[in-house]
């Protein structure tokens, strides 16, 4: 079945740039979705169809997605930011969801 | 505006059938989209159930198809989980969710319910 690979954490200090990655097998070909999940919430989807952003999140909020990696990238972090984010795809060969295992974002 | 709100017992015996309801408000379940269920064991990252269309069809994990049925009922606008013969590593925090499909994801999420298996 289709993998989902992120990194467990990604620290980043207020102000600068966090990125994200999220790897698959030609994720490249594949629509991507970003969530953020702040501790005892339901997650908040983020990043759509790989850069598209739904209504109410901040241009702080990018999406960029090439070959073999997906990219979420937050400018100027701030410390509200600090969270847990999934990558998700749709897996056609198999008809399911897929998540990434999730990444915290620490803001230091 | 689209709200979700899951509703269902919080304790369950191991080998029983946990049962699951998401009543929709703001939005007609009958008028489109499909409608999915995803879960997070405590301290665990998301698992996705699987998700029902406003017509009925379904597509679930492959690692749980086996045990998963969902259902719809769109003339209570609420759609339905059951998951047969479960166990302690079922336990989780499940959440309902209107499926956008393969390019918009889920975008409107209910406040998740935490399900233990325990006897």
């Known amino acids: 079945s289709y993998v989902l690979t992120q990194p467990p954490s990604v620290s980043v200090a207020p102000g600068k740039t966090a990125r994200i990655t999220c790897g698959g097998n030609n994720i490249g070909f594949k629509s991507v979705h970003w969530y953020q999940q702040k501790p005892g919430q339901a997650p908040v989807l983020v990043i759509y169809d790989e850069s598209d952003r739904p209504s109410g999140i901040p241009e702080r909020f990018s999406g960029s997605n090439s070959v073999n990696t997906a990219t979420l990238t937050i400018s100027r972090v701030e410390a509200g930011d600090e969270a847990d984010y999934y990558c998700?795809?749709?897996?056609?060969?198999?008809?399911?969801?897929?998540f990434g295992g999730g990444t915290k974002l620490t803001v230091l | 505006q689209v709200q979700l709100q899951e509703s269902g017992p919080g304790l369950v015996k191991p080998s029983e059938t946990l049962s699951l309801t998401c009543a929709v408000s703001?939005?007609?379940?009958?008028?489109?989209?499909?409608w999915g269920w995803i879960r997070q064991p405590p301290g665990e990252g998301l698992e996705w159930i699987g998700s029902?269309?406003?017509?009925?069809?379904?597509d679930y994990n492959p690692s749980l198809k086996s045990r998963v049925t969902i259902s719809v009922d769109t003339s209570k606008n609420q759609f339905s989980l059951k998951l047969s013969s479960v166990t302690a590593a079922d336990t989780a925090v499940y959440y309902c969710?209107?499926?956008?499909?393969?390019?918009?994801?889920?975008?409107?999420w209910g406040q998740g319910t935490l399900v233990t298996v325990s006897s």
């Open positions: 969710a209107r499926d956008g499909g393969s390019s918009r994801g889920f975008d409107y």
């Open positions: 998700q795809v749709w897996d056609s060969s198999s008809d399911h969801w897929v």
């Open positions: 703001g939005y007609s379940i009958s008028s489109g989209y499909s």
């Open positions: 029902i269309s406003h017509s009925g069809s379904t």
